[in-house]
Protein backbone atom coordinates (compact mmCIF):
# COMPACT_ATOMS: atom_id res chain seq x y z
CA UNK A 1 0.00 0.00 0.00
CA UNK A 2 1.63 3.42 -1.04
CA UNK A 3 2.22 5.73 2.00
CA UNK A 4 0.41 9.32 2.03
CA UNK A 5 2.53 12.31 1.47
CA UNK A 6 4.25 13.91 4.69
CA UNK A 7 2.88 17.14 5.64
CA UNK A 8 -0.45 17.17 4.20
CA UNK A 9 -3.06 15.98 0.99
CA UNK A 10 -1.39 16.89 -2.31
CA UNK A 11 -3.99 19.42 -3.21
CA UNK A 12 -3.59 21.94 -0.29
CA UNK A 13 -0.62 23.13 -1.87
CA UNK A 14 -2.79 24.21 -4.96
CA UNK A 15 -5.29 25.79 -2.10
CA UNK A 16 -2.73 27.38 -0.69
CA UNK A 17 -1.47 28.89 -4.32
CA UNK A 18 -5.22 29.95 -4.58
CA UNK A 19 -5.21 31.74 -1.51
CA UNK A 20 -1.97 33.72 -2.16
CA UNK A 21 -3.25 34.56 -5.02
CA UNK A 22 -6.85 35.55 -3.44
CA UNK A 23 -4.61 37.90 -0.38
CA UNK A 24 -2.31 39.52 -3.49
CA UNK A 25 -5.69 40.66 -5.32
CA UNK A 26 -6.95 42.22 -1.60
CA UNK A 27 -3.72 44.15 -1.54
CA UNK A 28 -4.17 45.36 -5.37
CA UNK A 29 -7.38 46.48 -4.46
CA UNK A 30 -6.33 48.37 -0.96
CA UNK A 31 -3.69 49.61 -3.58
CA UNK A 32 -5.96 51.47 -6.25
CA UNK A 33 -8.74 52.76 -3.89
CA UNK A 34 -9.54 54.21 -0.97
CA UNK A 35 -10.15 52.29 1.62
CA UNK A 36 -12.46 52.23 5.18
CA UNK A 37 -9.92 50.63 7.65
CA UNK A 38 -12.12 49.22 9.87
CA UNK A 39 -14.38 47.82 6.79
CA UNK A 40 -11.15 46.68 6.02
CA UNK A 41 -10.07 45.10 9.72
CA UNK A 42 -13.36 43.25 9.44
CA UNK A 43 -12.53 42.12 5.87
CA UNK A 44 -9.01 40.58 6.82
CA UNK A 45 -10.07 39.22 10.09
CA UNK A 46 -13.20 37.44 7.77
CA UNK A 47 -10.01 35.91 5.58
CA UNK A 48 -8.49 34.57 8.52
CA UNK A 49 -10.94 32.20 10.05
CA UNK A 50 -11.62 30.84 5.75
CA UNK A 51 -7.93 30.11 6.18
CA UNK A 52 -8.36 28.27 9.17
CA UNK A 53 -6.66 30.55 11.30
CA UNK A 54 -9.29 31.88 13.45
CA UNK A 55 -10.63 35.39 13.18
CA UNK A 56 -7.98 36.87 15.47
CA UNK A 57 -5.57 39.27 13.46
CA UNK A 58 -1.61 38.09 13.95
CA UNK A 59 0.74 40.66 15.42
CA UNK A 60 1.75 42.03 12.02
CA UNK A 61 -1.85 42.28 11.10
CA UNK A 62 -2.59 44.61 14.54
CA UNK A 63 0.40 46.56 14.14
CA UNK A 64 -0.81 47.77 10.59
CA UNK A 65 -4.24 48.70 11.89
CA UNK A 66 -3.30 50.31 14.97
CA UNK A 67 -0.69 52.89 13.63
CA UNK A 68 -2.61 53.12 9.63
CA UNK A 69 -3.33 57.26 9.95
CA UNK A 70 -6.89 57.27 8.46
CA UNK A 71 -5.93 60.68 6.67
CA UNK A 72 -3.72 58.32 4.25
CA UNK A 73 -6.69 56.12 3.23
CA UNK A 74 -9.63 58.56 3.57
CA UNK A 75 -9.72 61.86 1.87
CA UNK A 76 -9.67 64.82 4.09
CA UNK A 77 -12.07 67.89 3.75
CA UNK A 78 -9.06 69.64 2.45
CA UNK A 79 -8.53 67.48 -0.20
CA UNK A 80 -12.53 67.40 -1.06
CA UNK A 81 -13.26 69.53 -4.60
CA UNK A 82 -15.27 72.59 -3.69
CA UNK A 83 -18.65 72.62 -5.10
CA UNK A 84 -19.31 75.89 -7.46
CA UNK A 85 -21.57 78.21 -5.10
CA UNK A 86 -25.06 78.41 -6.72
CA UNK A 87 -25.58 81.79 -5.13
CA UNK A 88 -22.76 83.00 -7.22
CA UNK A 89 -23.97 81.87 -10.47
CA UNK A 90 -27.12 83.36 -9.69
CA UNK A 91 -25.51 86.66 -9.27
CA UNK A 92 -23.49 87.06 -12.37
CA UNK A 93 -26.47 85.55 -14.41
CA UNK A 94 -28.13 88.62 -12.78
CA UNK A 95 -25.72 91.26 -13.24
CA UNK A 96 -24.55 90.02 -17.15
CA UNK A 97 -28.93 90.32 -17.40
CA UNK A 98 -28.97 93.88 -15.66
CA UNK A 99 -26.16 94.81 -17.82
CA UNK A 100 -27.80 93.87 -21.36
CA UNK A 101 -31.11 95.46 -20.43
CA UNK A 102 -29.12 98.98 -19.55
CA UNK A 103 -27.43 98.15 -23.01
CA UNK A 104 -31.08 98.04 -24.32
CA UNK A 105 -32.20 100.98 -22.85
CA UNK A 106 -29.48 103.37 -24.00
CA UNK A 107 -30.16 101.65 -27.42
CA UNK A 108 -33.70 102.88 -27.47
CA UNK A 109 -32.87 106.30 -26.28
CA UNK A 110 -29.83 106.51 -29.26
CA UNK A 111 -33.00 105.16 -31.45
CA UNK A 112 -35.61 107.96 -30.59
CA UNK A 113 -32.83 110.57 -31.32
CA UNK A 114 -32.44 109.43 -34.67
CA UNK A 115 -35.89 109.18 -35.36
CA UNK A 116 -36.71 111.81 -33.87
CA UNK A 117 -39.63 110.93 -31.48
CA UNK A 118 -40.93 113.33 -29.03
CA UNK A 119 -42.05 115.62 -32.24
CA UNK A 120 -46.39 116.47 -32.43
CA UNK A 121 -46.42 115.08 -36.23
CA UNK A 122 -44.20 111.91 -35.38
CA UNK A 123 -46.04 109.09 -35.36
CA UNK A 124 -43.49 106.56 -35.06
CA UNK A 125 -43.50 105.14 -31.80
CA UNK A 126 -40.91 103.18 -29.56
CA UNK A 127 -41.41 101.41 -26.40
CA UNK A 128 -39.00 99.23 -24.03
CA UNK A 129 -40.42 96.38 -22.13
CA UNK A 130 -37.50 95.31 -19.54
CA UNK A 131 -40.02 91.94 -18.80
CA UNK A 132 -38.61 90.84 -22.25
CA UNK A 133 -35.35 93.33 -22.79
CA UNK A 134 -37.45 94.02 -26.25
CA UNK A 135 -37.40 97.15 -28.28
CA UNK A 136 -40.55 97.55 -30.00
CA UNK A 137 -40.87 100.52 -33.06
CA UNK A 138 -44.00 100.69 -34.49
CA UNK A 139 -44.78 102.34 -37.92
CA UNK A 140 -48.27 103.06 -39.25
CA UNK A 141 -49.82 102.56 -42.28
CA UNK A 142 -49.99 106.19 -43.19
CA UNK A 143 -46.48 106.86 -43.25
CA UNK A 144 -45.49 103.53 -44.41
CA UNK A 145 -47.39 101.86 -47.13
CA UNK A 146 -50.42 102.64 -49.99
CA UNK A 147 -53.35 101.27 -48.85
CA UNK A 148 -53.18 97.20 -50.41
CA UNK A 149 -49.66 97.66 -51.32
CA UNK A 150 -46.71 96.30 -50.05
CA UNK A 151 -44.43 98.85 -51.86
CA UNK A 152 -42.27 101.28 -49.36
CA UNK A 153 -43.58 105.07 -49.52
CA UNK A 154 -40.74 107.47 -50.21
CA UNK A 155 -40.90 109.03 -47.05
CA UNK A 156 -41.07 105.25 -45.33
CA UNK A 157 -37.60 105.10 -46.88
CA UNK A 158 -35.84 107.76 -45.76
CA UNK A 159 -36.61 106.97 -42.12
CA UNK A 160 -35.22 103.36 -42.43
CA UNK A 161 -32.24 104.69 -44.12
CA UNK A 162 -31.53 106.14 -39.95
CA UNK A 163 -31.87 103.06 -38.63
CA UNK A 164 -29.52 101.98 -36.42
CA UNK A 165 -26.57 99.67 -37.99
CA UNK A 166 -27.15 96.19 -36.10
CA UNK A 167 -25.07 94.55 -38.80
CA UNK A 168 -21.98 93.84 -36.26
CA UNK A 169 -23.87 93.62 -32.96
CA UNK A 170 -25.04 90.28 -31.66
CA UNK A 171 -29.13 91.34 -31.53
CA UNK A 172 -32.24 89.41 -33.61
CA UNK A 173 -34.38 91.45 -35.47
CA UNK A 174 -38.03 90.91 -36.75
CA UNK A 175 -39.98 92.60 -39.20
CA UNK A 176 -43.67 92.34 -38.45
CA UNK A 177 -47.04 92.67 -40.42
CA UNK A 178 -49.82 94.07 -39.44
CA UNK A 179 -53.11 94.77 -41.30
CA UNK A 180 -56.85 95.34 -40.12
CA UNK A 181 -59.86 92.65 -40.48
CA UNK A 182 -61.32 93.94 -43.91
CA UNK A 183 -61.03 91.40 -46.28
CA UNK A 184 -58.46 91.78 -49.37
CA UNK A 185 -58.63 89.83 -52.40
CA UNK A 186 -56.50 91.05 -55.35
CA UNK A 187 -54.47 90.34 -58.18
CA UNK A 188 -50.96 90.18 -56.14
CA UNK A 189 -52.47 89.26 -52.16
CA UNK A 190 -54.95 86.51 -51.86
CA UNK A 191 -55.29 87.72 -48.11
CA UNK A 192 -53.94 90.11 -44.82
CA UNK A 193 -51.84 87.35 -45.10
CA UNK A 194 -49.74 87.49 -47.98
CA UNK A 195 -50.13 91.29 -47.58
CA UNK A 196 -48.60 91.67 -44.09
CA UNK A 197 -46.07 89.24 -45.17
CA UNK A 198 -44.80 91.10 -48.68
CA UNK A 199 -44.92 94.31 -46.14
CA UNK A 200 -42.34 93.12 -43.42
CA UNK A 201 -39.86 91.30 -46.46
CA UNK A 202 -40.26 94.95 -48.29
CA UNK A 203 -38.74 96.36 -44.66
CA UNK A 204 -36.05 93.75 -44.72
CA UNK A 205 -35.23 94.18 -48.24
CA UNK A 206 -34.50 97.80 -47.33
CA UNK A 207 -32.62 97.70 -44.12
CA UNK A 208 -30.27 94.79 -46.07
CA UNK A 209 -30.22 97.15 -49.18
CA UNK A 210 -28.78 99.73 -46.81
CA UNK A 211 -25.87 97.48 -44.92
CA UNK A 212 -27.89 98.17 -41.34
CA UNK A 213 -28.22 94.39 -41.29
CA UNK A 214 -27.12 91.18 -42.11
CA UNK A 215 -29.28 88.68 -43.59
CA UNK A 216 -28.93 85.65 -41.07
CA UNK A 217 -30.14 88.40 -38.30
CA UNK A 218 -33.62 88.78 -39.35
CA UNK A 219 -36.45 87.66 -39.78
CA UNK A 220 -40.17 88.44 -42.29
CA UNK A 221 -43.32 88.01 -40.13
CA UNK A 222 -47.13 88.57 -41.47
CA UNK A 223 -49.83 88.42 -38.91
CA UNK A 224 -52.55 89.33 -40.92
CA UNK A 225 -55.44 90.97 -38.28
CA UNK A 226 -54.48 88.26 -35.53
CA UNK A 227 -52.61 90.59 -32.89
CA UNK A 228 -54.80 93.87 -33.10
CA UNK A 229 -54.49 97.42 -31.02
CA UNK A 230 -57.91 98.67 -31.63
CA UNK A 231 -61.00 96.29 -31.15
CA UNK A 232 -64.17 97.67 -33.35
CA UNK A 233 -65.14 99.40 -36.54
CA UNK A 234 -64.28 102.81 -36.41
CA UNK A 235 -62.10 103.80 -39.48
CA UNK A 236 -59.80 106.00 -37.31
CA UNK A 237 -58.88 102.76 -34.62
CA UNK A 238 -58.36 100.26 -37.52
CA UNK A 239 -56.25 102.42 -39.19
CA UNK A 240 -53.65 101.98 -35.63
CA UNK A 241 -53.90 97.91 -36.69
CA UNK A 242 -52.53 98.60 -40.16
CA UNK A 243 -48.61 98.91 -39.02
CA UNK A 244 -45.04 97.69 -39.53
CA UNK A 245 -43.63 96.71 -35.95
CA UNK A 246 -39.88 96.06 -35.51
CA UNK A 247 -38.38 94.01 -32.46
CA UNK A 248 -34.92 93.89 -32.00
CA UNK A 249 -33.69 91.20 -28.77
CA UNK A 250 -30.54 90.94 -28.03
CA UNK A 251 -28.53 87.48 -28.97
CA UNK A 252 -30.54 85.27 -31.20
CA UNK A 253 -33.78 84.95 -29.04
CA UNK A 254 -37.20 85.45 -31.24
CA UNK A 255 -39.39 86.86 -28.76
CA UNK A 256 -42.96 88.20 -30.10
CA UNK A 257 -44.28 88.76 -26.25
CA UNK A 258 -45.54 92.18 -25.71
Given at each position: ??????????????????????M?????????????????????????????????????????????????????????V???????????K????????????????????????????????????????Q???????????????????????V??????????????????????????????????????????????????????V?????????????????????????????????????????????
Open positions: MAKKAAGGPAWLATFADLMSLLALFVLLFSMASVDVTKYKAAVESLNEALGNGDELTPEQESFFQTKDLTNVMPSEDTLEEPDVSDQKEDEKLEEALRNQMEELKKRLEKSFQIGRNDNPIGISYNRATNIRMIFPEQIAFESGRADLKYRFSLLSRFYEFKNEDVAIQVVGHTDNRPIRSVRYRSNWELSSARAASVIHQLIDDGSRPNQVQAIGLADTQPIYIGDDPVGLAENRRVEILITPGNKLNLGR
